[in-house]
């Protein structure tokens, strides 16, 4: 069972724009998320100065997708200046350093190599890291206190606007429907659920292997990036989702499944009969 949890916000250069610390109740770490223009400002947090930690640089790569780098250091600013000069795709910083100094250089390796894997494993963004961050070999006792650590990071990466450890799929265990599916002409057979960023089609649905004269050209522009970027692979009677992928919005998922436009809250169904959209406003499906 999840609770609710308490993050103060301090903005510390009174803009939300700005630099920011964040803090949890009952957590020893605390957080930093620093614009790249601001780390030269830095010098008068003393803790970023003489700590010890883990940070993210958040940017964009040359297409213009998400991108981060993962990090640690000994002395958080020291590297964070640094990386001013060795790289250029970041706009901003989240760091992560331990209120009680507890973190030690074995620490924040696990914790690397952590943060590596499960942001390789969710596959929102493009990780920069050429080399691959080697595991530290800690305790027992240690490696579950850094695994909470690393929980308490997910939860206020994503609170600060990234969800680069966040997997695509959102598990409701109470809600048994929450899996909708569309089964259509032309080899079409999609599965799916809606999260809060839109609407996932599973990893192995099949698209329609063609689509119609009717479909909107921006749909058409669309279904052909998903396939030059290999999202959508060609099966002959079918193209197949080679990855998790995330539309923003259910129509747009269920017409790149279908190959046609479509409402999508009312095509995606779960097994039951039920439509996306009794299914988000809790109504009964109505049969004929």
């Keep these: 069972?999840?609770?609710?949890?308490?993050?103060?916000?301090?903005?510390?250069?009174?803009?939300?724009?700005?630099?920011?610390?964040?803090?949890?109740?009952?957590?020893?770490?605390?957080?930093?998320?620093?614009?790249?223009?601001?780390?030269?400002?830095?010098?008068?947090?003393e803790d970023l100065t003489t700590s010890t930690g883990v940070y993210l640089l958040f940017g964009k790569d040359d297409d213009g997708k998400e991108q981060v780098y993962i990090g640690e250091a000994e002395t958080i600013l020291k590297r964070l200046n640094q990386q001013l000069t060795s790289k250029d795709f970041w706009n901003e910083t989240i760091v992560f350093i331990s209120k009680d100094d507890n973190l030690n250089k074995a620490h924040i390796k696990y914790l690397e190599s952590r943060q590596h894997e499960?942001?390789?494993?969710?596959?929102?963004?493009?990780?920069?890291?050429?080399?691959?961050?080697?595991?530290?070999?800690?305790?027992?006792?240690?490696?579950?206190?850094?695994?909470?650590?690393?929980?308490?990071?997910?939860?206020?990466?994503?609170?600060?606007?990234?969800?680069?450890?966040?997997?695509?799929?959102?598990?409701k265990p109470k809600q048994k429907q929450a899996t909708f599916f569309i089964k259509a002409a032309r080899g079409a057979d999609g599965q799916g659920e809606p999260t809060s960023d839109g609407f996932v089609v599973f990893k192995g649905s099949k698209a329609a292997a063609t689509i119609v004269n009717s479909m909107t050209s921006n749909f058409i522009t669309y279904r052909q990036k998903l396939i030059d970027e290999g999202v959508l692979v060609d099966k002959g009677d079918f193209f197949e989702f080679t990855d998790d992928y995330i539309f923003s919005s259910p129509s747009t998922a269920a017409v790149m499944v279908m190959g046609r436009n479509a409402n999508g809250l009312t095509e995606w169904k779960s097994k039951d009969g039920k439509t996306l959209k009794d299914f988000e406003t809790n109504e009964k499906t109505t049969k004929p």
Aim: charged share 35%; net charge positive; with cysteine.
């Design 1 to 45: 069972m999840k609770f609710g949890k308490t993050i103060k916000i301090f903005l510390i250069d009174g803009d939300p724009n700005g630099r920011m610390s964040c803090e949890l109740s009952n957590w020893s770490g605390k957080a930093y998320k620093i614009p790249r223009i601001k780390v030269k400002d830095c010098s008068d947090r």
């Design 118 to 171: 499960i942001a390789k494993s969710a596959n929102r963004y493009k990780v920069d890291n050429s080399i691959v961050p080697t595991q530290s070999s800690i305790s027992e006792s240690d490696r579950a206190e850094m695994e909470e650590f690393i929980e308490y990071i997910k939860l206020l990466v994503n609170t600060l606007g990234h969800k680069v450890f966040e997997e695509k799929r959102e598990f």
